[in-house]
C-alpha cells in the first residue's frame, strides 16, 4: 500500500508540475527572473518535500502546487498587463557601459566585479572593454552588447567608408504606453511624437505595441494590428 501511495502521489505531482510549466509557457524557462527561478525552485521542494512525508495526505499536494503554480501565473499575468507592475517586479535594463566607458555606480549596484564583466562579455565573442559601445545587463542577469561600429562582424572599414558614431535604439512607446521618462531623455517632445504618429496614420499611442526611435533610421512603429503597408514598408539601410 505504501508503494502504491506513493506512485500517485509521484503521477499527481508530476502532472501538475507538467500542467503548471506549460500554462506559464517558454519564459518560465528561457527568459527566468530572479523571482520565477526561486518560485520554481520552491515549487519542486513543495513536492519533493510533501512526498517522503507520511502525515501529508494526496490532497495537500494538489492543494500546494495548484495554489503556489497559481500565483506564479497571476504574477506573470500583472508583468504582461500591466506596465508599472512589470518594471517593479523585472525591473529595467541597467547600462553597465555608456558611449565605451565603464558605469563603475550601476557595476557596484549590479554586484558585479570587473572580472565577471569581462566573463561574460567574452561569451559574447568580446574579449577586450575597448570594443565596447554599450553594454546592458538584462533583467534575467544575461548582458546585450553593442559593439562599436569599426569592431562590428561587417565593418565600414571594409566598404571604405568613414566611420560613424554608434546610436542605441530608445523605445517611447510599449504595450500602447508612453514611456515619457525616455522621451525626456532623447529631447523630444509629446507632440513631436505624436506628430510623427499621426503621419503615419496613427491615431494615438495607445494603438501602438512598440515604438522605437534609432537616430540616422527615425521612427519604428509597430501597432497592435500591423495593416498591410506597416508589413511592407522597411526603411532603406545606409548602404542602400
Not at 509521484?10 to 502532472?15: A, Y
Not at 549596484?109 to 569581462?118: A, F, G, H, V, W
Not at 577586450?128 to 546592458?136: H, L
Request: with cysteine; hydrophobic share 45%; charged share 20%.
Amino acid at each position: 500500500m505504501k508503494w502504491l501511495h506513493l506512485t500517485i502521489e509521484l503521477v499527481t505531482g508530476f502532472i501538475l508540475l507538467f500542467a503548471v510549466v506549460k500554462i506559464a509557457g517558454k519564459k518560465l524557462i528561457s527568459q527566468m527572473s530572479p523571482f520565477t527561478f526561486i518560485s520554481a525552485i520552491v515549487l519542486g521542494e513543495l513536492l519533493g518535500n510533501a512526498l517522503y512525508d507520511d502525515h501529508i495526505h494526496l490532497w495537500y499536494i494538489i492543494y500546494s502546487i495548484t495554489l503556489w503554480g497559481a500565483m506564479l501565473l497571476l504574477v506573470e499575468y500583472a508583468s504582461q498587463k500591466w506596465l508599472s507592475f512589470r518594471l517593479w517586479s523585472e525591473g529595467k535594463p541597467t547600462a553597465l557601459i555608456r558611449n565605451g566607458v565603464i558605469d563603475y555606480e550601476a557595476l557596484k549596484k549590479s554586484r558585479l566585479t570587473l572580472n565577471q564583466l569581462q566573463s561574460l562579455l567574452r561569451k559574447h565573442e568580446t574579449f577586450s572593454i575597448r570594443e565596447v559601445a554599450f553594454c546592458f545587463l538584462e533583467a534575467d542577469g544575461e548582458i546585450s552588447v553593442l559593439k562599436k561600429a569599426h569592431y562590428q562582424k561587417t565593418t565600414r572599414e571594409d566598404f571604405r567608408l568613414p566611420p560613424h558614431p554608434v546610436y542605441v535604439p530608445v523605445t517611447l512607446i510599449r504595450d500602447g504606453q508612453l514611456l515619457a521618462d525616455e522621451l525626456a531623455e532623447l529631447g523630444k517632445t509629446e507632440q513631436w511624437l505624436t506628430a510623427e504618429l499621426q503621419r503615419q496614420g496613427i491615431a494615438s499611442p495607445k494603438d501602438v505595441l512598440i515604438a522605437e526611435w534609432l537616430e540616422g533610421d527615425g521612427l519604428f512603429v509597430q501597432t497592435y494590428q500591423p495593416s498591410e503597408l506597416q508589413r511592407s514598408t522597411r526603411r532603406p539601410t545606409a548602404l542602400e
